[in-house]
Nanobody, 125 residues
Framework: QVQLLESGGDSVQAGGSLRLSCSAS????????MGWFRQAPGKEREGVAS????????YYVRSVEGRFTISRDHGKRTLYLSMNKLKPEDTAMYYC??????????????????WGQGTQVTVSS
């Protein structure tokens, strides 16, 4: 079955950096679109970044563009999210998501259908 395991969450000061990782198994990773979502207390879960199956195309929501970088390693079956210049409003539980056998529309967040358990990111001012 599909398994996604996130790691790398931590508490940091504003302006700091973190790198999240997501280890994937149970599906053909090289044919899947992958994404990162986050959910802050009292708010709905939102997509923040996504990447196509090749790793060549990425998409970011405006609030993180220029600060976050999504990437993937096919050999390690791992997805990454590098986060720089973190702000208190980035505080949230971050989730890795997968859409197996995805060949288009990797930027459409509501089509992702598998989720990890999440890793907490807390940014203090």
């Amino acid at each position: 079955q599909v398994q996604l395991l996130e790691s790398g969450g931590d508490s940091v000061q504003a302006g700091g950096s973190l790198r999240l990782s997501c280890s994937a198994s149970g599906f053909t990773y090289s044919r899947a679109c992958m994404g990162w979502f986050r959910q802050a207390p009292g708010k709905e879960r939102e997509g923040v970044a996504s990447i196509d199956s090749t790793g060549l195309s990425t998409y970011y929501v405006r609030s993180v563009e220029g600060r976050f970088t999504i990437s993937r390693d096919h050999g390690k079956r791992t997805l990454y999210l590098s986060m720089n210049k973190l702000k208190p409003e980035d505080t949230a539980m971050y989730y890795c998501a997968a859409r197996p056998d995805c060949y288009s529309d990797y930027w459409v967040f509501n089509r992702y259908n598998y989720w990890g358990q999440g890793t907490q990111v807390t940014v203090s001012s």
